[in-house]
Structures are given as structure tokens and as C-alpha cells.
């Protein structure tokens, strides 16, 4: 007797075995039990290197400088995990602290930072805040104010305009959230940035068009929350089409990694592209960090897989986590998470 398989049965096998061979556990990844995943030992060792658990920051000649930025990612990942409840509210205080929060988006006269405004109004609602109010500043008015005519979110600064596709994409998602909605002027102008392959770059109008894969991730997340599915898919399909034999993204320089592969495995899944998103997944797995590790490093999730590097493995942990769940950012939420900072069951 022949059977004979529909197309979307045969597709739902190979979802399975993906999916199986995805959870499965390799000597380097962190081992996976009941009620430790990895996406939560991974936030786990996360909240374990918030200074003062409350904060990331940056060293530059041996100075310590606030990094609002990567403790905003650490927010996200822990939202992702569903763990970690009492370190994201922490550091979401820290970051929201007048003084900090300031010298993060600009004081609002002279300076205003579309980028940094519309990633902290997202994290603010992700925890459940409301970001109309957050110390007595309305984000969602001021990062209205910063949308010119052509609907791209611009800075205002003396330093001069860096916004860029993770700016704008920041935006839309933020302003996704609100009772108004996307600007529709502000999701074409992200959409008419695509280039010819079908990717998107980090910064528009440049001399040649080139695709880059965390802009692209960012892009096709914000173009589906502004219901523009058919640019997010363009976007979608160029990302599947460089994705390597490994499951892996690379950077700008050619490098696989974490970060990179992190997002646009976080793209992946939200646009419905399931066995991209668990080849991808797979890669991250590999580059976590189990029990062969050092016991402060495990569940951290290495950069590219070398030798493990703290400098960058912080950001590349809190980016792999939104692959390895693969919850979008329209979709974030951290209600119902659970407090603490989980660690991998090691013999």
C-alpha cells in the first residue's frame, strides 16, 4: 500500500523532526529540564551580570559609562523568557531615572534621539507601564515630534542625524502599541528603503543599496505590525535566502553570530517561516554555554562561537534569547513572568 502525503502533512513532519533535533541537547549547549528552557537559563545569566542588578554598562579607558541600550535588550530578553520579573522592573527603574533616562534620549530641546525614545516607549508598555507618562515625559509625544514629512523618524541634535532602519523599525513597533497607531506615512518610508534583493539596509540612500540582516529582522517585524505583509515578506525571503547551511545569520563582515542570527530568528518565527527559524535556533543552541563551561559562564550565549568573550557576550546572550523563543516585539509582554534568575541543572 502507497501513501501518499499532502504537502502540508509533509511539511508538518519536517517541522517535528527540525523541532526535535533543535531541542536536542549538544555538549556545548545548556542542558535543558523541567522548568529550566534556554531561553531562561540564557536570561538567567543574564540578570547575574547586572551591575548593582539594576544596569549593563560600557568601559572605555577604564571608565564605566551607563549602557541604556544593552540594559533595555536585557529587558526584552527577560520579558521573552518569562523570568527574571524582579531584575526587568529593576532595570527598567535604572534606566528611567530622570538623570539617566536624559542623558539616554537627550534632554528634548537641543537634543532628542528618535532611536533611544521609541526603544525605551517599547519597554516601558512591555512591562506593562505607560509610556505617555514615564516621570512626567510623554515618550509617544515626543517621538511623534520627531517624524518629518516623509514619515522617517529624525534626531534632533548638534551632532547630526544617525537615525537609521533600527530607528524607524523601533518606532513603528513602539507606536504599534498605542491607541493611534503606526503613521502610515512613517511605514511607507520604512518600506520604500527596501533594496532590489529584497532586504533592507541600515541606512537609506546610499550609492549602492545593501542589504544588511539585523536591519532587515527590524524591518519586516515593524512592516507586519503596520500591516504592510507583503514588504515585510520580501524582507522575509532575503533573509531565508542568506541564511547559512548551518542555520546561521552573519554580520556586515561576514561573521555567523549570535546578535545577528538572534533577531533574525526573532523575524523569523513572527513572519511565520518555521523551519528557518528552527535551523536558526539550532545555531544559537550551539553557542550556549553548558556544563563543560566555567560555572559563572553557563547558560551565557557566546558571540560566534570562539572563545567565550565577556565584552560581548551580555548583548549576544540577550539577542539569542529572542531568537531561541522567537517571540516578535509587536508581541512582547512581561505579564505573568516569574521572578529570579534561573541556572542550568548541572551534574
Request: charged share 15%.
Amino acid at each position: 500500500m502507497v501513501v501518499r502525503l499532502s504537502r502540508h502533512r509533509l511539511l508538518a513532519l519536517l517541522c517535528g523532526v527540525l523541532a526535535a533535533l533543535t531541542l536536542a541537547t549538544p555538549a556545548s549547549a545548556a542542558p535543558e529540564r523541567a522548568g529550566v528552557s534556554r531561553p531562561e537559563a540564557a536570561a538567567g545569566w543574564l540578570a547575574r551580570q547586572l551591575v548593582d542588578g539594576e544596569r549593563f554598562e560600557v568601559v572605555f579607558d577604564g571608565v564605566a559609562y551607563p549602557d541604556q541600550g544593552l540594559t533595555l535588550d536585557a529587558v526584552f530578553a527577560f520579558a521573552a523568557a518569562g523570568v527574571a520579573d524582579d531584575s526587568g522592573a529593576r532595570a527598567l527603574a535604572w534606566v528611567t531615572r530622570p538623570y539617566i533616562r536624559d542623558g539616554y534620549l537627550g534632554d528634548g530641546t537641543t537634543e532628542a534621539y528618535a532611536g533611544a525614545t521609541a526603544k525605551l516607549a517599547l519597554a516601558v508598555d512591555v512591562r506593562g507601564g505607560d509610556p505617555t507618562d514615564v516621570g512626567g515625559l510623554d515618550l509617544i509625544a515626543r517621538l511623534r515630534s520627531l517624524q518629518s514629512p516623509s514619515g522617517r523618524f529624525t534626531d534632533r541634535s548638534a551632532f547630526g542625524d544617525y537615525s537609521n532602519a533600527f530607528s524607524q523599525s523601533f518606532a513603528i513597533l513602539a507606536l504599534h502599541r498605542t491607541a493611534q497607531g503606526v503613521p502610515a506615512a512613517a511605514a511607507a518610508w520604512l518600506a520604500g528603503t527596501r533594496c532590489p534583493d529584497g532586504g533592507y539596509p541600515v541606512l537609506p540612500a546610499q550609492p549602492v543599496c545593501t542589504s544588511d540582516v539585523d536591519a532587515t529582522a527590524m524591518a519586516a517585524q515593524a512592516l507586519r505590525a503596520a500591516d504592510r505583509p507583503a514588504d515585510a515578506a520580501a524582507g522575509l525571503r532575503w533573509l531565508v535566502s542568506v541564511q547559512g547551511a548551518d542555520g546561521s545569520f552573519a554580520n556586515a563582515a561576514g561573521t555567523p553570530n549570535a546578535n545577528s542570527t538572534g533577531l533574525a530568528a526573532q523575524a523569523l518565527r513572527d513572519g511565520h517561516r518555521p523551519l528557518a527559524w528552527a535551523r536558526a535556533r539550532a545555531f544559537l543552541a550551539g553557542l550556549q554555554v553548558g556544563c563543560p563551561g566555567a560555572p559563572a559562564d553557563r547558560g551565557a550565549v557566546d558571540f560566534d562561537g570562539g572563545a567565550f568573550d565577556p565584552d560581548t557576550a551580555a548583548r549576544a546572550t540577550a539577542q539569542a534569547v529572542l531568537g531561541l523563543t522567537g517571540t516578535g516585539y509587536a508581541r512582547l509582554s512581561a505579564a505573568g513572568d516569574a521572578p529570579g534568575a534561573p541556572v542550568p541543572a548541572c551534574p
